[in-house]
């Protein structure tokens, strides 16, 4: 295929998803106004189904299928990590070297650790009553724990960071996703349908599988943090070519 050919066939594509995109605003509520049909229905459904707050009723129950593909999309991202950055024959594993970390770095952030990891649980506890969820939850957990490295040492962080733990929870967060997409169909419904209990609106036990859900993404995103910048430290940190010092 020529290079002229290739050119009249992105522009073809490009006029045709133009042309489409600017019908589909034409179809779109005036802006500012006060009602969208979209907006209307995903909170009467996230109303209906006991969940507070309305994006993780779409982001769980609504469109859980697409999520499970943001999900998935990360979970092969870990993957792709974990095969591209392990160690090779060329390279060895030394130990890291003890860094002096200032006083005021040290202390703050050990204070934060435990603040921080509480309310990336607290986040993906609550994710189906107020803002966040698994995804915001997860991220902050992970980055709780790396506070140890800054207020310590590389040495210290890999005592509370086996990663081959965390690569397990990785795996273990994604089949859970699956296995409750799974329970819909045994119950006779579709695919992540919310076939459980929808409990008492605006409490912990509300939502049906839509908490269950985020706290699968919780521990998924939070494992998978955690091994992605395991493998890029370690890199950084502990891997080096042989015959280097």
């Known amino acids: 295929m020529s290079r002229r050919l290739r050119m009249w066939i ?3 594509g490009c006029l045709g998803f133009a042309v489409m995109f600017g019908a589909a605003c034409l179809q779109l509520p005036g802006f500012g106004g006060d009602s969208h049909p979209y907006g209307d229905r995903a ?26 593909g943001e999900e998935t999309i990360l979970f092969a991202a870990v993957l792709g990590t974990v095969v591209l950055l392990r160690q090779t024959r060329e390279e060895r594993q030394v130990p890291p070297a003890p860094v002096h970390v200032a006083l005021p770095v040290r202390r703050y952030a050990l204070i934060l650790l435990p603040v921080a990891l509480v309310v990336g649980l607290y986040v993906v506890a609550h994710g189906q009553l107020s803002p ?34 965390y690569e397990v929870g990785d795996a273990v967060g994604e089949a859970t996703y699956l296995v409750l997409g799974l329970a819909g169909l045994i119950a006779g419904s579709s695919f992540l349908a919310n076939t459980l209990p929808y409990g008492t609106f605006n409490t912990l036990a509300s939502g049906g599988s839509v908490p269950l859900l985020n706290m699968a993404v919780g521990m998924e995103v939070a494992c998978a943090v955690v091994v992605l910048l395991a493998r890029f430290l370690d890199q950084a940190v502990e891997i080096e070519e042989e015959g280097k010092k």
Request: glycine share 12%; hydrophobic share 50%.
């Open 132 to 165: 966040g969820g698994g995804f915001q939850g997860g991220v902050i957990v992970a980055t709780a724990l790396h506070l140890l490295y800054i207020g310590a040492d590389y040495r210290a962080l890999e005592r509370i960071r086996p990663v081959s733990v």
């Open 43 to 68: 909170v009467g459904a996230a109303l209906a189904h006991r969940t507070a707050n309305v994006i993780s009723a779409v982001n769980f129950d609504q469109r859980a299928f697409d999520t499970l």
């Open 10 to 12: 992105l522009a073809v």
